[in-house]
C-alpha cells in the first residue's frame, strides 16, 4: 500500500494571488487549490487562471497540490477539469458526492476532460447521504486510473446539513466520523478530518487536532498557515511510538522469532500485525522509506 505523508492538508483559495505566492514555502504536507466554496462566482475564471499558472510554475515540490473543483452537476465543473487535464495536478478533490455512482461519474468526467490517468481522486465527505454511503464509496478504491485516493471530511457541510451543533467535543459528528476511518482503513484509502474555523484559537485547533490523530485520522484540512505547526506536532509519532516502531521491528527480524505470530516486547505483547504499524510510523517519522 502507498504511504503518503498527509499530516497538513492547507486549502489556499484559487482567487487569492497573495496566499497562492507563497503557498508552497508554508510547508504544509498538501495543498488544496480551491475552485469552489472559497471562491466567489464572479471569481472562477480568475482562480481558474491564477492555479493554471500556479501548477505551470510553482508546482513540483515535496507535497501533493489538490485542486477543488466545482460539484460535478455544477456548470463550472468542465473548465475546472479541462483546466487541470492541460496543466496537471496530483489529485482532483471532488465536493457534494453522495455514494458510490458520483465516484464513478468523476472518474469519467476526469477521463472525458482528458486528465491524466495518474491523477488521483479525493472526495468531500460532506452530505448526510455520503456518511451513510461511506462504506460503498470506499469500496469504489483500487481503480487503475484516476484511483480514489482520500476521503476529506467536510464538517462545515454536515454540521448545517444535520442542524446539529458544533461543540468542542464534536459530539454530534464523531460517530460518523469513526465510520469514515473504519471505511477508509477497510479499502487502503486515506481519511482527512476537517477545519477549525477559529485560526486564532491555538490550544482549541490542538485539542481538535489531538482528538482526530486518536481517532485514527491520517491528517488535518487547514484554512491558516498558522495551524501548519501544531497540526505537524500532534499528527506526527512521538517518541514513544518511534521507539515502539523501533523495537518491533527489531525484534521480528531476530531469527528466533521468524516462526512466531506473537512476541513480548518489555512486557507487552506485540503481534506481526504490529509490523506493517511500525513500518508506517518510522516513514511519518521521516526515518524510513514508503515501502519499509
Ligand atoms: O503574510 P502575508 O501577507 O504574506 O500572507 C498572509 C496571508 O496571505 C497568508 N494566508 C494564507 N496563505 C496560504 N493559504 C491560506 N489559506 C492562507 N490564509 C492566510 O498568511 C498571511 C497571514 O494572513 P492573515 O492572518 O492576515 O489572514 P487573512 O485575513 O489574509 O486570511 C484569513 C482567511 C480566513 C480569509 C484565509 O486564511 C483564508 O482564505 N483561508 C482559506 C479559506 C478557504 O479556503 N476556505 C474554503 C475551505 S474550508 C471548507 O470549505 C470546509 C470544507
Known amino acids: 500500500m502507498e504511504i503518503k505523508r498527509r499530516r497538513s492538508v492547507l486549502y489556499v ?31 472562477k475564471a480568475a482562480a481558474r487562471q491564477n492555479i493554471r499558472g500556479f501548477l505551470r510554475d510553482g508546482a513540483g515540490g515535496q507535497g501533493e497540490v489538490i485542486i477543488r473543483i466545482n460539484a460535478l452537476d455544477s456548470a463550472l465543473a468542465e473548465a475546472d477539469l479541462a483546466m487541470i487535464a492541460d496543466a496537471g495536478a496530483d489529485a482532483v478533490l471532488v ?13 469519467a ?12 481522486l479525493w472526495v ?5 447521504l455520503a456518511l451513510l454511503e461511506v462504506a460503498r464509496i470506499a469500496a469504489c478504491a483500487g481503480a487503475r486510473s484516476h484511483a480514489l485516493a482520500a476521503l476529506v471530511i467536510g464538517s462545515n ?7 446539529a451543533r458544533p461543540t468542542p467535543d464534536r459530539a454530534a459528528i464523531a460517530g460518523l466520523l469513526g465510520v469514515c476511518v473504519a471505511a477508509a482503513r477497510a479499502h487502503g484509502l486515506d481519511v482527512i478530518d476537517g ?23 491520517d491528517g488535518k484540512s487547514l484554512i491558516h498557515p498558522a495551524q501548519i505547526g501544531i497540526c505537524h506536532e500532534i499528527f506526527s509519532p512521538d517518541a514513544a511510538q518511534i521507539r515502539w516502531a523501533q523495537e518491533v521491528i527489531a525484534a521480528f527480524a531476530r531469527p528466533e522469532n521468524a516462526a512466531k505470530g506473537a512476541i513480548s516486547i518489555g512486557g507487552r505483547m506485540a503481534e506481526r500485525l504490529h509490523l506493517e504499524n511500525a513500518k508506517r510510523i518510522l516513514f511519518l517519522a521521516g526515518m524510513q522509506g514508503p515501502q519499509g
Open 13 to 43: 483559495p484559487g482567487s487569492n494571488v497573495k496566499a497562492l505566492a507563497k503557498a508552497l514555502r508554508r510547508g504544509a504536507d498538501c495543498l488544496i487549490l480551491d475552485l469552489e466554496d472559497a471562491v466567489a462566482p464572479q471569481a
Open 95 to 107: 465536493p457534494k458526492i453522495n455514494g458510490a455512482p458520483d465516484i464513478r461519474s468523476a472518474a
Open 109 to 120: 468526467a476526469m477521463a472525458a476532460a482528458g486528465v491524466a490517468g495518474k491523477t488521483r
Open 124 to 128: 468531500m465527505m460532506e452530505t448526510p
Open 157 to 163: 457541510d454536515l454540521y448545517a446539513e444535520l442542524r
Open 195 to 217: 477545519v477549525y474555523n477559529d485560526f486564532t484559537d491555538a490550544r482549541g485547533f490542538a485539542a481538535e487536532c489531538r482528538q482526530g490523530a486518536d481517532m485514527g485520522m
